[in-house]
Every structure is written in C-alpha cells, then in structure tokens.
C-alpha cells in the first residue's frame, strides 16, 4: 500500500515524497514496522534529485534491474545475495540514508551515490552506483559497503548488463561478497525473457558459491526458474513462476530468501493477478 507525490515549485524544482507499506494480502498481516518498504521526502530538478528517509540500496538496485523475474518471487534472484548479505540490515533498504541521483541528461550515464546514518539501527550501508544505457544495451556496476556490529562489515561488487534483440530480452547479473568476520560469496545469474505475442515467457539459472575465510567451500546452491506474464489489460496482468534449487557443500538456501536444511533442495511456485495503477 503506496502513497506517493510531487509539487512543482517553480523555476525546474520540485519535492517529490513516497510512503509504502508491505503486508500479506491472502491474510492481512505485517511486520511490526509500519511504512516497512520505502519512505521518503526529496528535491528534485536540473541538478538531478535529492532523497532522504528509508530507501532501495544502489545494491539492491541492481539485482533487481538486471533479473527477468524482477525482485520479487521464487524464480527471483535472491539467491545470489548469500546468507551474509541477506543478513545485514540495509540488504535491500538502507534506513535514515542520504540519496543522490544525476540527472537524466548525461548521454546515457548516470551515477547514484547513499549514504546512511551510522547510528541506524542495527547497521548501516555507504555505496554508489554508475551505469550506462544506450539503444537496446544497458549495464550498471554497485559498491557497496554494510556495517552490522553484530557480524562485522561486508564489501560488494554487483554488476548486471541487459541486451534486448528483437522480442529477446537477455540478462547477466553477478554478485562478490566479502566479509571480515564471515562467509563470502560469489553469485552467477543468465536470465532471459521471450515475448510470444502479448505473453512474456522467462527463464533462469545462477549459481552461488561461498567460502570461509580459510578458503574452505561452505555451500553450493543452483537454482532454476521459468516463469510466464500475460496482460489482461493495459494494468492488469496473470502471471506465474516456478524455481527449484539445488544445495551443496552445506549450502541452506530455500526460495524467497528462506533457509533449509543443509544440502537440501527446495522448491516453489506463484501463480497470481497483478494491478498496477
């Protein structure tokens, strides 16, 4: 549940505010924090924008421009984050962060800078984004740094480019993680979606891999995902997924960012009716 809205102040300026709330539409429950997704107030104009509140990672930024499926489902690319990423506080959205976005005007680049509180808690995330689009290619490249005093820093590199051809959109996304206290990873993403009439057909596979700090293999998962949208209308949409992961080498991973028990498979399946407004 979404409100969002901009004012024109005249002279090229304008504020711009977001607030979003997630809660479980099958059942009507939520997290305990109120407006749990993104919350913001900003200035925008010539220079490009400006936001301050709770807002998405250029991090997390990537990983959801550069996957067929988008954030969001089984077939997703959450994977790829590792248990560590998944485990710090700002893995998707960074509270009281400062936010910078250049403006559209740039010849095809374009650079984001975050920085957050370091008193948020439990932790807090600083990184940047630059990218590049053009026609029918686009590519961005993600540093990010994460503090959470409980399991010490993680340094990011996550990079994802994105060729369309003709009714083929083809992505690759990849992911490095490094922490001083704990796993790292490294993750590998190939998706692509096919347009078949007015019906998007999609299909992945990634693989991610981390390490100890010793150098020892800690977890292998492989996962696979094929997944379908098709418009109703110009806002109502069906769609549908299914993924299947595969764990190795004490690797826990489950769909949706879960967990299972070690060297386990997991699968999963979404089937439903989208709206947009």
């Given at each position: 549940?979404?409100?969002?809205?901009?004012?024109?102040?005249?002279?090229?300026?304008?504020?711009?505010?977001?607030?979003?709330?997630?809660?479980?539409?099958?059942?009507?429950?939520?997290?305990?924090?109120?407006?749990?997704?993104?919350?913001?107030?900003?200035?925008?104009?010539?220079?490009?924008?400006?936001?301050?509140?709770?807002?998405?990672?250029?991090?997390?930024?990537?990983?959801?421009?550069?996957d067929a499926f988008g954030p969001q489902g089984v077939a997703a690319?959450?994977?790829?984050?590792?248990?560590?990423?998944?485990?710090?506080?700002?893995?998707?959205?960074?509270?009281?962060?400062?936010?910078?976005?250049?403006?559209?005007?740039?010849?095809?680049?374009?650079?984001?800078?975050?920085?957050?509180?370091?008193?948020?808690?439990?932790?807090?995330?600083?990184?940047?984004?630059?990218?590049?689009?053009?026609?029918?290619?686009?590519?961005?490249?993600?540093?990010?740094?994460?503090?959470?005093?409980?399991?010490?820093?993680?340094?990011?590199?996550?990079?994802?480019?994105?060729?369309?051809?003709?009714?083929?959109?083809?992505?690759?996304?990849?992911?490095?993680?490094?922490?001083?206290?704990?796993?790292?990873?490294?993750?590998?993403?190939?998706?692509?979606?096919?347009?078949?009439?007015s019906t998007d057909l999609k299909l992945s596979i990634a693989e991610?891999?981390?390490?100890?700090?010793?150098g020892a293999h800690v977890g292998t998962t492989r996962r696979y995902?094929?997944?379908?949208?098709?418009?109703?209308?110009?806002?109502?949409?069906?769609?549908?997924?299914?993924?299947?992961?595969?764990?190795?080498?004490?690797?826990?991973?489950?769909?949706?960012?879960?967990?299972?028990?070690?060297?386990?498979?997991?699968?999963?399946?979404?089937?439903?009716?989208?709206?947009?407004?």
């Open positions: 549940l979404g409100f969002r809205g901009t004012e024109d102040l005249g002279g090229g300026l304008r504020a711009n505010f977001m607030l979003e709330h997630g809660f479980n539409s099958d059942e009507g429950s939520a997290t305990a924090v109120f407006w749990n997704r993104q919350v913001f107030v900003g200035l925008s104009g010539s220079w490009g924008e400006m936001q301050l509140g709770r807002q998405y990672t250029p991090t997390f930024l990537v990983h959801a421009t550069y690319q959450q994977v790829l984050l590792g248990s560590m990423q998944f485990s710090q506080a700002a893995a998707i959205r960074a509270n009281d962060a400062v936010n910078y976005r250049t403006p559209a005007t740039l010849g095809g680049f374009s650079l984001q800078l975050m920085t957050s509180d370091h008193t948020a808690s439990p932790g807090w995330y600083h990184g940047l984004k630059a990218g590049y689009a053009s026609g029918p290619i686009s590519a961005d490249v993600a540093l990010g740094h994460f503090n959470n005093p409980a399991i010490g820093d993680l340094d990011t590199i996550t990079v994802g480019a994105r060729y369309t051809a003709g009714p083929w959109k083809l992505y690759e996304l990849f992911d490095k993680s490094d922490s001083g206290r704990g796993n790292d990873s490294r993750g590998l993403q190939a998706s692509a979606a096919y347009t078949l009439g991610s891999r981390q390490t100890s700090n010793a995902g094929v997944g379908f949208l098709h418009p109703l209308s110009k806002r109502t949409f069906l769609y549908g997924q299914y993924a299947r992961l595969g764990n190795a080498d004490g690797a826990r991973a489950a769909v949706n960012g879960a967990t299972t028990a070690a060297n386990r498979s997991a699968q999963g399946a979404d089937l439903g009716i989208a709206h947009t407004f």
